[in-house]
């Protein structure tokens, strides 16, 4: 659900930077009609819930299970990190690289992981930014 002043986090394996965009960004039919992402779908999420401009994603040229090195360098990284790893712990069980982190959204969602052939995505935990 959308909520101001939290962002919920997301690691994972994709193949490039160009497969997460696809995944992640909204998609616009010829006749400019919006459908959800992949990503939004995989995780039932409303695409009403979000704003598109508060998604920050990246997929790496290396992988990583170091939690500070993966959501380093996104918006409001110093809160973001300290709070994360006292989640979660400073490294996640699996080496990674991808992030996805949708800012103002609090995910409450039941599904926790997608593994496809492709790739495999898994929510890690929501805090705070503020």
Not at 17 to 45: A, H, M
Not at 69 to 77: A, D, E, N, T, V
Not at 98 to 120: A, C, D, M, P, R
């Amino acid at each position: 659900m959308e909520k101001e002043g939290f962002v919920s986090i997301w690691f994972g394996n994709m193949k490039s930077q160009e497969f997460l965009e696809r995944y992640v960004n909204l998609i616009y039919d010829e006749d400019g009609e919006c459908k959800p992402s992949i990503f939004l779908t995989d995780f039932e999420i409303d695409m009403d819930e979000i704003d598109e401009d508060f998604i920050e994603k990246a997929n790496y040229n290396f992988i990583s299970d170091k939690v500070d090195k993966l959501i380093k360098g996104c918006s409001y990284s110093d809160k973001v990190i300290p709070r994360i790893c006292k989640e979660i712990g400073d490294k996640i069980n699996e080496k990674v690289n991808t992030v996805i982190l949708v800012y103002n959204f609090y995910y409450s969602g039941k599904i926790i992981n997608i593994n496809k052939q492709e790739y495999n995505i898994k929510y890690y935990g929501v805090v705070s930014y503020r």
